[in-house]
């Protein structure tokens, strides 16, 4: 019976791969078969018909580059220049041992149940790519994920395009406003334009509409990778440091209410003394309030430009990376 679980679960990862292919296979082909028939058109040329091809196969390729890079395998000829590579912060990486491969764990890595190996600098396993992102080829993600999004926008931007091209060729402005009699403003003209639109070109719209939010849906992704990178911080790291700030914050707040029980026990036996003014009472400082603020101090974040420069260029596809090993050992 696991068996068959196993094997129906590898069957779905390798589906992953095909599921990409089929999304943009079809979308290019009912963009092809829904607009190119009015390429060239009044607003597009004629290369437009190659350059989404030649989009199309670029983007194919950075997923094929993404899907096959090795995400940086931590192994044993490996493992002591990835240790000296990336040090540990003794905050959220600390020196451990993977149980799996029994090699040290280097700051950063983690290791993966599905690819079964550790990664280095892991970010995450990505299931469409079914492959680990990591040290080596988060810069293929980075730029898949751009790529898409431009791909997107300029789909959206392209059968926007050919729909206003339509519009001028068949001029329908012109004979709702001649024919039809309706006033030649942009709010009276506007619906009726619409509807046209709606009912000859509803597979052009619907196109448009879904080019558009999956292009929103990539912007936003690459955004927060974007962002990962420039303070040189991965997906697996943001949630180590979601737990370790979480985990100090209480500790702190056990402290201080521990020391809030101790004065006011102290205070109890000082009774006898002057009783505090509500007032002084109110504006007290809850002994909460005073709890230490745990901030993230990511010690792998080396200003922007370097942050940046380490994803382009993968510290272990470098010169120096080969002649750390004598170093460490
Ligand atoms: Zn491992
Ligand atoms: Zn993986």
Not at 218 to 230: I, S
């Amino acid at each position: 019976m696991l068996y068959w679980v196993f094997e129906a679960l590898q069957l779905v990862i390798q589906l992953s791969k095909i599921i990409y292919l089929a999304i943009i296979g079809g979308t290019y082909y009912f963009i092809a078969k829904s607009c190119f028939s009015y390429i060239p058109g009044y607003y597009l040329s004629g290369i437009h018909r190659y350059t989404g091809l030649l989009g199309v196969g670029v983007g194919i390729l950075l997923f094929l580059l993404t899907s096959f890079t090795d995400a940086g395998t931590v192994n044993a000829e490996n493992v002591s220049q990835y240790l000296s590579a990336y040090p540990y912060d003794n905050i959220i990486f600390t020196d451990k041992e993977c149980s799996t491969c029994k090699i040290p764990k280097p700051a950063r890595s983690k290791h993966c149940g599905i690819c079964g190996r550790c990664v280095a600098r892991f970010d995450h396993h990505c299931g469409w790519m079914n492959n680990c992102i990591g040290e080596r080829n988060t810069r293929y993600f980075l730029a898949f994920l751009l790529w898409h999004f431009l791909l997107c926008l300029y789909g959206t931007i392209a059968i926007g395009l050919v729909l206003a091209g339509r519009l001028k060729e068949l001029r329908v402005v012109y004979i709702l406003t001649v024919y039809y009699g309706i006033e030649n403003s942009f709010y009276s003209l506007a619906p009726h334009v619409v509807q046209w639109l709606l009912g000859s070109y509803n597979t052009q719209i619907l196109l448009m509409v879904f080019l558009a939010i999956v292009s929103l849906l990539l912007a936003g992704f690459f955004g927060y990778h974007a962002n990962l990178c420039r303070t040189n911080t991965t997906t697996n790291e943001t949630f180590k440091w979601q737990d370790y700030i979480n985990w100090r914050r209480k500790l702190n707040e056990a402290r201080a209410s521990a020391a809030a029980l101790k004065s006011s026990i102290s205070g109890m036996s000082s009774e006898s003394k002057l009783p505090e003014s509500k007032w002084k009472a109110f504006f007290r400082r809850s002994p909460l309030e005073d709890a230490e603020v745990v901030v993230k101090n990511n010690v792998y974040d080396k200003g922007m430009f370097h942050n940046i420069w380490e994803v382009i260029y993968p510290l272990s596809t470098r010169r120096s990376f080969s002649q750390r090993k004598s170093k460490s050992t």
